[in-house]
């Protein structure tokens, strides 16, 4: 028996491109529908979090993180873990990929699959709100599904918003964060923020806003105008609009309904604008289905690369 491919994050990333995850999204999601679990296991202020995912034709997925605050103060990461890839037709190990890589090309990915279909095809300036390792992902993604934007950044340190600029040549940083997004014609947004930092009066026709961020239910980057100017979207029912605060506040306080929410990557030919005038809002999500999706698209480019 060969040995199990151990894949880790540089030598992965090497092999990859964002237009081609984005065609193994769509591909994804043209088979059944995935079953997905979730586990959580304590120690302390030490967590265990296992996502697991079994897509029909396309094999289990089960995606391991260990969060552990106190190895800052060891000079190690934080949050650590690997994804084990199984076969769909025999259950046995393919592959251990990179916790990091699965996790950065799924979240950045998500978004630009989503953009490609609620963008306008001729956008071509791109605001990202956030200057943290996400943040980086998402110009690396967009710049890949958007070739020849202009990108800027806002954060509410300008200091990490001009050190996020200087790593990629060209990108313009923002002091007044409402003129930024009046400015754009894509807004990508990936905060830690509990409190929308995004208005709905701030939108213009013809925008797309692309939010990341909150995956709690105290969470929410956009405030209730911008959910009701918008036609939203979202990757999965399943994995939003009962656990992430961006849609969960504001359907308990009555300002929007689940019924709102116009179509999930399930429902591809919903999924698309309409109009370019209209203002449409993807919440991304993630969920085990996605880092299935991710994992298998980074296992088949390591085989095609061996």
């Known amino acids: 028996m060969s040995a199990v491919p151990v894949i880790p994050f540089a030598e992965g990333e090497a092999r990859l491109d964002w237009r081609a995850l984005c065609d193994a999204f769509a591909d994804g999601h043209r088979r059944p529908k995935a079953e997905v679990a ?3 296991l304590y120690r ?10 079994w897509i029909d034709g396309l094999g289990i997925a089960v995606k391991s993180a260990t969060i552990f605050p106190g ?3 060891r000079d190690l ?7 084990s890839l199984y076969a769909d037709d025999t259950g046995l190990l393919e592959a251990i990929v990179d916790f990091h890589l699965v996790t ?9 699959f ?3 279909r609620l963008a306008r095809p001729d956008a071509r300036e791109i605001l990202i709100v956030g200057a943290g390792t996400v943040a980086r992902s998402l110009r690396e993604a967009y710049g890949a599904g958007f070739p020849g934007a202009r990108f ?3 954060n509410r340190s300008r200091a990490r918003a001009e050190e996020m600029a200087a790593a990629f040549p060209g990108m313009a940083v923002a002091d007044d964060l409402e003129a930024a997004v009046a400015g754009a014609d894509i807004v990508t947004c990936a905060t830690m923020s509990t409190e929308p930092v995004i208005r709905g009066a701030w939108l213009r026709p013809g925008q797309h806003l692309d939010l990341i961020g909150a995956f709690r239910r105290d969470m929410r980057e956009a405030d209730d105008d911008a959910l009701s100017r918008a036609r939203v979207f979202v990757d999965s029912r399943a994995t939003t609009v009962g656990h992430i605060g961006e849609l969960l506040i504001p359907i308990a306080s009555g300002a929007f309904a689940e019924e709102d929410i116009v179509a999930d990557f399930y429902q591809p030919d919903a999924f698309a604008r309409k109009g370019a005038e209209e203002i449409t809002l993807f919440k991304n999500g ?3 289905h996605l880092d299935l999706m991710t994992a298998r698209y980074i296992l088949s480019r390591w085989q095609a690369a061996a």
Not at 77 to 83: E, M, Q
Not at 104 to 112: E, I, Q, R
Request: hydrophobic fraction near 45%.
């Open 71 to 73: 190895n800052a103060a």
């Open 286 to 288: 993630g969920g085990a």
């Open 104 to 112: 950065k090309w799924k979240t950045a990915g998500d978004s630009l």
């Open 114 to 116: 989503a953009a490609r």
């Open 77 to 83: 990461a934080s949050v650590n873990g690997g994804v």
């Open 152 to 154: 800027t950044v806002w």
């Open 44 to 53: 302390g202020e030490d967590t265990l979090l296992s996502r697991a995912a």
């Open 38 to 40: 979730d586990s959580f």
